[in-house]
RNA sequence: GUGGGCGUAGCUCAGUUGGUUAGAGCACCAGGUUGUGGUCCUGGGGGCCGGGGGUUCGAAUCCCCUCGUCCACCCCA
């Protein structure tokens, strides 16, 4: 066991960070317009555990790296332990949730949570990183993934993120994706000596993730190989068809990829992802999800279809930055509280203004005006009410404008109040 | 898991061919006559030079190990 006396003081975990205030700000920022979206939409917030029996997690696929290899898994204390894993993304969760409390269908929501994952970090990745999703179960009508789809996009927009891309597939029925496989098992062991040896290996396991491979000595392969949207049955190809006819009537641009698998093996019909032309390619995807119509049923549901995405938080923001928007919101409070008369003044008045509803905040330790003013200029306030022993015998106040060119009159301490929602109701 | 870059003050970084009590800017604190911020001046606090071992009269500096971090591969948000 490493002793931390060799490492200086503690510090995060590897690949973990603290989001510290002002940055943290502009995660509430983030969030809150994530909520407004999805609340509008009538989604409601699901808290649920960040751990869970290992075994609903090992349903997203045995042969994908995040369940064979990136899992945060241990066992409890309990008599006889059980084996539980930090959760690796949100949609397998929220399923056994539903499956537990079936609740009415559809049942629409959304969430903001921390996802772990014990892999190498770096740009764009953590061991801990954050998802905004959304999850819509009990329902197989396109016209629903149009709405997950486009409640992604507007998100998106409302943050201003300007290059964006969206791309779609479909992967058809659960019946169509498994002759499928057995169809591109066959193409791809005939072509396997042109294959690079890690996609060769993927193919008894996994043999659509050879599809979107990045190593250029099999991308011929992969662009040659028979495409699942060519196979599709009639009803997956006319619930494609409806889904992009719903994407165009909204005015949300797409293109087909053919190649797009996502990680996860559990979707069905439509998969799509949002990539930023902002970002290096190598983490460009800023969010991505598909339906998943067989996934209740996996973890012991009664067969119900569902939907849903996973967008990064950690990655978002890098695209905020990169595009230059979505800047961190300025929080300062309205007024603070000068008093170099001890403290009583700044003890009850703050109090009294904060529970009339104005933010306020004072200064401690009994610092010096000047000391006090120069915090009071820090923090951004728009006044700061100033007492000294003068005011305090003449039951008064000084109430300093600091931004303006108000300067600073006397006031009646009862009248205060007042006067500050006089002033604050007037633009800086 | 593999490969490469980088670890000096809260932050950004200097630190000569190894040579005294390790520096700057910003930030922070206190003063600049007795009640007022944003400019200026003066002063101050703050560093296991990532950690351990080695070479040397002497190590921030050279060598080894280790931890951390960043980036890439893999994979993914």
């Known amino acids: 066991m490493a002793d931390t006396s060799d490492r200086g003081p503690f510090q995060a975990p590897e690949g973990t960070r603290d989001v510290l205030p002002p940055e943290s700000a502009r995660w509430e920022a983030l969030i809150a317009t994530f909520a407004g979206v999805a609340g509008r939409a009538g989604y409601g917030l699901i808290q649920g555990p960040m751990f869970e029996d290992l075994r609903v997690f090992q349903r997203m696929g045995e042969g994908t790296d995040v369940v064979r290899k990136e ?20 949609t397998a969760g929220v399923v056994r949730a539903f499956i537990q409390h079936n609740p009415l269908v559809p049942w629409k929501v959304w969430y903001a949570s921390p996802n772990f994952r014990y892999e190498r970090p770096q740009k764009g990745r953590y061991r801990q990183h954050h998802q905004l999703g959304i999850e819509a179960i009990g329902v197989a009508d396109p016209d629903l993934d149009v709405e997950v789809i486009g409640l992604l996009h507007d998100f998106y927009a409302e943050i ?116 930023s032309g902002a970002l290096d390619a190598a983490q460009n995807t800023i969010g991505g999800g598909g339906r998943y119509d067989g996934l209740v049923e996996d973890l012991g549901g009664k067969p119900t279809p569902g939907i849903g995405f996973g967008c990064g938080i950690e990655r978002v923001l890098l695209t905020c930055d990169a595009e230059g928007v979505f800047p961190a919101p300025e929080r300062a409070v309205d007024v603070v509280v000068v008093d170099v008369t001890g403290g009583d ?76 929602r006089r002033r604050l109701a007037q633009p800086a």
């Open 71 to 90: 899992m945060y898994d241990f066992f409890d204390k309990s008599e006889t332990p059980h084996h539980l894993a930090l959760r690796p993304e949100g």
């Open 160 to 275: 201003g993120l300007r290059q964006v891309e969206l791309v779609i597939n479909s992967i058809g029925t659960p019946a169509d994706r498994a002759a499928y496989i057995e169809v591109l098992r066959t193409y791809l062991r005939s072509r396997a000596d042109e294959l690079d040896p890690d996609d060769r290996a993927k193919i008894d396991d996994h043999p659509m993730r050879v599809l979107d491979t990045k190593r250029e000595r099999s991308i011929p392969v992969a662009e040659a190989a028979p495409k699942l949207i060519d196979n599709l049955s009639p009803e997956a190809a006319a619930h494609f068809e409806r889904v992009q006819a719903g994407l165009t009537a909204l005015g949300i641009a797409f293109s087909i990829d053919t190649r797009l698998v996502r990680g996860l093996d559990y979707y069905t019909h439509t998969a799509f992802e949002f990539r």
């Open 345 to 420: 003044t700044a003890r009850d008045l703050t109090f009294e203004l904060r529970r009339a509803g104005l933010r306020a905040d004072r200064f401690w330790d009994g610092r010096s005006m000047k000391s006090q003013m120069k915090q009071a200029d820090r923090s951004g306030a728009r006044f700061a009410v100033l007492v000294g022993s003068d005011e305090l015998e003449a039951g008064e106040v000084t109430l300093r404008d600091l931004r303006g060119e108000a300067g600073q009159v006397r006031v009646a301490r009862a009248a205060v109040l007042d006067e500050l």
